[in-house]
Antibody, heavy 118, light 110 residues
Framework: EVQLVQSRAEVKKPGESLKISCKGS????????IAWVRQMPGKGLEWMGI????????KYSPSFRGQVSISADRSINTAYLQWSSLKASDTAMYYC???????????WGQGTLVTVSS | NFMLTQPHSVSESPGKTVTISCTGD????????VQWYQQRPASAPITVIF?????PSGVPARFSGSIDSSSNSASLTISGLRTEDEADYYC?????????FGGGTKLTVL
């Protein structure tokens, strides 16, 4: 069974760094792109970027380029989303999702809630 | 930039049929595939339509997708509405460098 399990909820202060994770299982992790999607409180879905764990090829949404960093460690089947200096406006639920061969997001993680508050 | 516009909300009664539109702006809706995602409260999204009209396994045939080039829009139609269909629905497509989501439509089944 394909599963994406994300790291637990985080509460951080502005200016702090953070790295959240998304661990895949039940399939060959290096064979599918992994996307990250943001959902701010009460708002819609926003595509942040995508990584191919096979070779770490990464594409960013222009809206998020330079604001976050996406990476993967294929030895432990895990993708990451990282901030070097959080802002209150980064408060949101973050989902990882697997891109199927057909190109759509076929499996989603349960989401990681990030709260940034002083 | 390519954008997708959806109605903020729609409502319909159980057993009826509802159609949610997704209108492209800044490009042709037919240039790239459109997907539809369902998100129930406090849950992660799931795909109900991919490649404009395809249903993933496990999604009931009550869900169907279509494209209308003349209106530059995609549509998600749900027939035989059930209370469990009450959710937010998002269309999604692509532009040259980006995945693009519509703003979402809240479906109320009452």
């Amino acid at each position: 069974e394909v599963q994406l399990v994300q790291s637990r909820a985080e509460v951080k202060k502005p200016g702090e760094s953070l790295k959240i994770s998304c661990k895949g299982s039940g399939y060959i992790f290096t064979s599918n792109w992994i996307a990250w999607v943001r959902q701010m409180p009460g708002k819609g879905l926003e595509w942040m970027g995508i990584i191919y764990p096979g070779d770490s090829d990464t594409k960013y949404s222009p809206s998020f380029r330079g604001q976050v960093s996406i990476s993967a460690d294929r030895s432990i089947n895990t993708a990451y989303l990282q901030w070097s200096s959080l802002k209150a406006s980064d408060t949101a639920m973050y989902y990882c999702a697997r891109q199927s061969v057909a190109g759509y997001l076929d499996y989603w993680g349960q989401g990681t809630l990030v709260t940034v508050s002083s | 930039n390519f954008m997708l516009t959806q109605p903020h909300s729609v409502s319909e009664s159980p057993g009826k049929t509802v159609t949610i539109s997704c209108t492209g702006d800044g490009g042709s809706i037919a240039a790239n595939y459109v997907q539809w995602y369902q998100q129930r409260p406090a849950s992660a999204p799931i795909t109900v339509i991919f490649e404009d009209i395809q249903r993933p396994s496990g999604v009931p045939a009550r869900f169907s997708g279509s494209i209308d080039s003349s209106s530059n829009s995609a549509s998600l139609t749900i027939s035989g509405l059930r209370t469990e269909d009450e959710a937010d629905y998002y269309c999604q497509s692509y532009d040259t460098v980006n995945w693009v989501f519509g703003g979402g439509t809240k479906l109320t089944v009452l």
